[in-house]
């Protein structure tokens, strides 16, 4: 018996097989490495990579804290609907969950397993309350050419019309999702191997593999009780916390492949957080690394986050309420979110905005105490303008003029 049986290599020693084809994955399988080596990943492994669960929790409390408000159409202009509709989209959608809650749950299931489904309660043509389903218990199926929504524990399924359904990334068939974790796999799972021996490394004191060499014993049990009495010589320095220990005569442990410092492992358990944040159109600065950021790049990914994200997938949702609760063919209500709340700045910026807002009679003085969740005034109702801003030419400018003695 040789050195490959004590491997273990003789069976897949591709290199001197000419009938095994040599690919990467043969040759890393010569030193032990296989792809089936990685994690398997799913969605509650997943969520145990910080990046991945600061990045859904991140976005779902995002969506679900944007004010969602139901507007009417009047006259030129659209006044908010009391009651009713707004009540359940921004306070309580039934008598178990809170709008945020409800929102938050939804947005939870697009961003791990690729879907977010509600069902509508309806009484006639009213809407009595939306309840959220679980996604992995619901399976979406074609009947005569229509889509319905067979959920778990329900003898008949229910049509489209009645089913509020956000899909992360729809599949070729319109029915299924992809999943944002099952599509950033491979990226998770280097995530959770890096972990997974990071943390064997330092549970085992810092001590990177070894090996022997010297004279070596022969046959398998020789082999097998003198590495018994080198592992247990380390393991006895170890708790003795003395860093030496004694060694056969003619014998010597050498390090086999890198620690983690030399492994670089610092940096690549950091570029997989650009992965994941990547997978999730996310900027890396809300995943909480500050690398490459700066005071200026910083804000450029706030605008990003709203103008190429939030505002995204608010539409999506917005568009899936309209349809849903008032009909493809409804022209006098809607749904809209308040995205306002994101581009709030600090105070001194969003008061220098809300005066110049008022000033230029772009704002009613009520319109921007609204806005900073402030009650209406008297007479706040109306716009005002600066009275030094007058066309050009114009009788108040010739009055102003003769008013000050000034002839032509």
Known sequence: MGWRDWLGLEQRSSIENPTVPVSSENFLALFGVQSGNLPHVTIDSALTVPAVSAAVTFLSSSMANLPLHAFRVKGEGSERIRGGIQRLLNEAPNPEWTSFGWRKYMWQQVF??????????????????????????????????????????????????????????????????????????????????????AGDFFAGGGVPPLALSGPLPQGPEAMKRAMGDIHRAIEAAKASRKPVFPMPPGHDLKQVGFDPAKGQMTEARRFQIEEIARVYNLPPVFLQDLTHGTYSNSEQQDLHLVKHLIAQWAKAFEEELNLKLFGPRATNRYVEHNLDGLMRGDFAARMAGLAQGIQNAILTPDEARALENRPPRPQGDQLYIQGATVPLGSNVAAADTASNGDTA
């Open 112 to 197: 791990t397993g690729g879907r977010g489904v509600s069902w509508i309660e309806r009484s006639g043509t009213s809407i009595v309350a939306i309840w959220p389903m679980d996604p992995v218990a619901t399976a979406v199926k074609r009947i005569g050419g229509r889509k319905f929504y067979a959920f778990e524990g329900k003898a008949a399924a229910y049509p489209a019309a009645d089913v509020i359904d956000v899909p992360y990334l729809l599949k070729r068939d319109q029915l299924g999702s992809y999943s944002p974790i099952a599509n950033g796999a491979k990226a998770i799972a280097l995530a959770l191997a890096m972990g997974d021996y």
